[in-house]
């Protein structure tokens, strides 16, 4: 199992950035990423990245606007957030798991999740 620690989350207003860090420890998969989860409604693929490679990938609601990255050396995966809309407001949470996945069924780490708030 692996053990995933996010941070960097907070309140900013639209049109502003925040960078989100997912430590991870234990053992390694072959993908990381992140998903989020706004009231009410149900958890949303946002991007994931290889942990060999590259190949990111990312919702088409957030295509042009987040990057994911990654850094090996530290174990670490983020996630730069630009131009945030009110509608990116939502719990935050880092996941491991296959390489290709988009289902929250495909990856069985999760993070305890991060809240981000956008103000408009």
């Known amino acids: 199992q692996v053990q995933l620690v996010e941070s960097g989350g907070g309140l900013v207003q639209a049109g502003g950035s925040l960078r989100l860090s997912c430590a991870a420890s234990?053992?390694?998969?072959?993908?990381m990423g992140w998903f989020r989860q706004a009231p009410g409604k149900e958890r949303e693929f946002v991007a994931r990245i290889a942990w060999i490679g590259t190949s990111p990938y990312y919702a088409d609601s957030v295509k042009g606007r987040f990057t994911i990255s990654r850094d090996n050396a530290k174990n670490t995966v983020y996630l730069q957030m630009n131009s945030l809309k009110p509608e990116d407001t939502a719990v935050y949470y880092c996941?491991?798991?296959?390489?290709?996945?988009?289902?929250?069924?495909?990856?069985?780490?999760w993070g305890q999740g991060t809240q981000v708030t956008v103000s408009s």
């Open positions: 996941v491991a798991g296959l390489l290709g996945a988009t289902r929250p069924a495909d990856f069985s780490s």
């Open positions: 234990g053992r390694t998969f072959s993908a």
